[in-house]
């Protein structure tokens, strides 16, 4: 499904955003990616869907590559941006100018989400305020039958009972064959709806299959002296560890606590998922 | 490359704003319509082609149109991503400025003149302010050599407005004068110094001097009092032609290249 070989970004001498990054994202997940401020999320997105070209490596999206912008691509991805600058139309004018594009476009599925999401199609987008807009375009990008979908950070601007429709909506009506690609950094926002994470920074990034992980690594509360750990850390009075290999009294990983194992202790997280993997 | 999906681009861009368009109707309706009663009642004429006024009219139009319109739904990020990702070819997203600039509007803007002649003279008839004028009709010779001039304003400004984001008429006329001086520069410097001496050589009181005869260049070039009598026409025919064609298929290609490549 995704593809990116040796992939750098850089847009100056001086200003590199990202290099070396290398990985494959099978099709049909729902896959959050975690990076820090800068680590180039919002790049990572923007060389996916061919909006800019890679100063560095390959990338290959549904078997195309991105930057030649073919109509075949397009209709299959449809990326939801952090910011968006909708036409002033209402949402049911905008529904019949550019759904045509898509010929898998469910127009039922629509209706059931913007009912679902408590969206008026009736209203103009520019009077919609910034998280009813957010949920007009989740809402128009579930419907267009895409087999992939970029969001980036869906969830700013939605208060909290929308996050939680978001969640739903996302987790009801993924199909089989399609693949979310979620960035963010609200990592507690996703925790719910991912079944695979890719987490980034500067020089690496590694897909990570949520269910296959604790396999692998666990997140352990009270560390024995035996445990080989990969990442510890304080958090309310407890001492959180990732350790390496499945622990009897594992608790759920924690994703934030995953990111930080893979920010400050990279080898050592690539070799214990490798080592379980050889 | 499917015609659909164009007329799908074309719709969708023009309906994204649909007040703008009326506005702009209206306003270039009722601009054009105050003018044409003013200069009739200023100066009655039975023939719109004394109107240099029409040809002024379409130039504004092009500026308007070619300098902020077209490929303005490339120029904002925010917006871009959109467009850049719908699902249609680079030709199609080509197509679908070029057939709206090239066609779309300068026929609609004629329609209005159509309009605007109409309205002109049932205001001149109501209110007795002088004779009446014959209506603009767009299939006309007239309208032909309106077409024809904004056509010929057509590839420049079409490439500036995908190679500028901000002012882009203003820029590229900016552009073209900078270059048209430092080309003159250019030329006037190398005549110099290639043709200087043999200008000093040049015998104006030659015995195959005539009357007609006011400067000839050895023996292939000769300026009359008729015109230029050159020995190559053909060749300078040609070369005349493949410049007409060149600045428009160069400046053409050049803007559907720079949308190839446009990233955000």
């Known amino acids: 499904m995704i593809t990116l070989s040796d992939l750098g970004f850089t847009y100056s001498r001086k200003s590199t955003v990202f290099t070396g ?19 180039g999320k919002t790049t990572l997105i923007k060389l996916l869907a061919g909006l800019v070209s890679p100063t560095q490596g390959e990338v290959s999206v549904l078997g195309f590559n991105p930057r030649q912008r073919q109509a075949e691509f397009y209709q299959n991805l449809f990326i939801v941006p952090e910011e968006s600058e909708l036409p002033p139309v209402t949402g049911m004018a905008y529904l019949k100018l550019y759904s045509v594009f898509y010929p898998n476009f469910d127009h039922k599925r629509f209706s059931h989400l913007t009912d679902q999401f408590d969206v008026d199609t009736s209203k103009r987008l520019t009077e ?31 208060d909290i009972p ?117 | 490359m499917n015609a659909t999906t164009i007329y799908n681009l074309i719709l969708a861009k023009q309906n994204s704003s649909p007040n703008r368009i009326w506005k702009d109707v209206g306003l270039a309706l009722a601009i054009l319509t105050v003018l044409l ?55 199609e997203k080509w197509l679908a400025n070029f057939v709206t600039s090239l066609i779309l509007v300068p026929v609609g803007f004629m329609l209005v003149l159509t309009v605007a002649t109409m309205l002109a003279n049932l205001f001149l008839m109501l209110f007795g302010w002088g004779q009446s004028m014959p209506l603009f009709n767009p299939i006309s010779a007239e309208g032909w050599f309106l077409f024809k001039f904004y056509a010929c304003l057509h590839p420049l400004l079409f490439f500036g407005a995908i190679y500028f984001k901000k002012r882009s008429a203003l820029k590229t006329f900016g552009s073209l004068s900078v270059f048209l001086m430092g080309f003159a520069f250019y030329v006037a410097f190398n005549v110099d110094f290639l043709f200087s001496g043999v200008v000093e050589q040049m015998d104006l009181h030659d015995h195959n001097w005539t009357e ?16 230029v009598e050159f020995e190559h026409m053909g060749l ?25 490549e446009i990233e955000l």
Request: hydrophobic share 45%.
């Open chain 1, 162 to 278: 929308a996050k939680a429709q978001f969640r739903d909506m996302v987790i009801q009506h993924q199909s089989d064959e399609q693949t979310f690609l979620i960035c963010t950094h609200q990592v507690r926002d996703l925790d719910s709806i991912i079944d695979s994470v890719v987490m980034m920074n500067e020089t690496h990034a590694h897909w990570f299959d949520l269910g296959e992980l604790p396999e692998k690594i666990s997140q352990v509360s009270h560390r024995s002296e035996e445990d080989v750990v990969l990442y510890s850390e304080q958090r309310m009075g407890n001492q959180l560890s990732i350790v390496v290999g499945g622990q009897p009294h594992a608790t759920d990983i924690d994703l934030e606590l995953l990111f930080n194992t893979f920010h400050n202790n990279y080898d050592g997280l690539i070799q214990a998922i490798a080592k379980d993997a050889a």
């Open chain 1, 128 to 158: 919609m305020s910034l998280g009813q807009k957010k949920k007009f375009l989740v809402a128009f990008a579930m419907s267009t039958g895409c087999q992939l979908i970029l969001m980036d950070e869906p969830t700013n601007g939605l």
């Open chain 2, 212 to 227: 007609d005869t006011v400067v000839t260049f050895g023996n292939s070039l000769r300026i009359t009092a008729d015109g």
């Open chain 2, 236 to 260: 300078l025919k040609f070369m005349a032609y493949l410049v007409t064609y060149g600045y428009f298929l160069f400046f053409w290609g050049l803007s559907y290249l720079r949308l190839k």
């Open chain 1, 21 to 39: 990054l290398t990985l494959n994202i099978p099709a049909g997940r729902s896959v959050g990616v975690l990076g820090a401020n800068g680590a």
């Open chain 2, 37 to 91: 009663v003013i200069s009739q009642f200023a100066e009655p004429t039975h023939n719109h082609s004394e109107y240099t006024g029409f040809a002024l009219a379409m130039l504004v139009i092009a500026v308007i149109e070619l300098g902020g319109r077209t490929f303005s739904e490339f120029k904002h990020e925010k917006i871009a991503y959109q467009w850049l990702t719908l699902p249609a070819t680079i030709t």
